[in-house]
């Protein structure tokens, strides 16, 4: 079995007022189906380990994680080396209801934009208000990242973690550099 390889190579830029990183292998599944059905729900949270996120919001906790994307649908991560076992366990379970579970890791790139200014980075390129009373760790969004579909939460205060498509994975990774140019501050979420 071949070797499992991101789209940019874990590829990582410190030289801005944020370090842009592409992260590992990452294990994604999307879940759809009725989200207040007990299976989904039971599926999803064995699944990710984490308990069920409230709408517009993300738990994570180790590898495992679960992000609330729509009213029908949820994206459960985990391990990498271990997206094949979980989708089994959620197929099966889920096998008797109308529901939906596919695995998406090797389509999707994985970023994180970390330091005190990951926030007004992200704020540069996704028309969403991230003010800090808006945005809290743990909320989840589905927006745009410079023309590009992508999701996001924060995981703390000071790292965002963004997902989009493997085929855009060198674009949002150039936009989260100019973003993160040194000297670029733009200040406006500073007390």
């Not at 984490?50 to 517009?56: G, H, L, R």
């Not at 991560?77 to 596919?102: F, N, P, T």
């Amino acid at each position: 079995m071949s070797e499992p390889v991101t789209a940019l190579k874990g590829a990582s830029d410190t030289s801005g007022i944020a370090v842009v990183t592409e992260l590992g292998p990452t294990g994604m599944i999307t879940l759809r189906g009725d989200l207040s059905a007990k299976p989904v729900i039971k599926a999803a949270v064995t699944a990710s380990g984490v308990t069920m996120p409230e709408k517009n919001h993300c738990a994570t906790e180790g590898t495992g994680g679960l992000a609330w994307m729509s009213p029908d649908e949820l994206l459960i991560l985990c391990a990498y080396e271990e997206v094949h076992q979980r989708l089994a366990d959620m197929q099966s379970r889920l096998a008797k209801i109308h529901a939906l579970a596919v695995n998406v890791s090797d389509a999707r790139a994985l970023f994180q934009v970390n330091g005190p200014k990951a926030r007004e980075v992200l704020a540069k390129l996704a028309p969403v208000d991230l003010a800090p009373d808006h945005f809290t760790p743990g909320m989840f969004r589905r927006s745009r990242i410079a023309q590009v579909p992508a999701a996001f939460w924060m995981p703390d205060a000071q790292s965002v973690r963004i997902i989009c498509f493997r085929s855009v994975a060198q674009y949002v990774f150039d936009v989260l550099n100019v973003a993160a140019q040194d000297g670029s501050e733009v200040g406006y979420f500073n007390a």
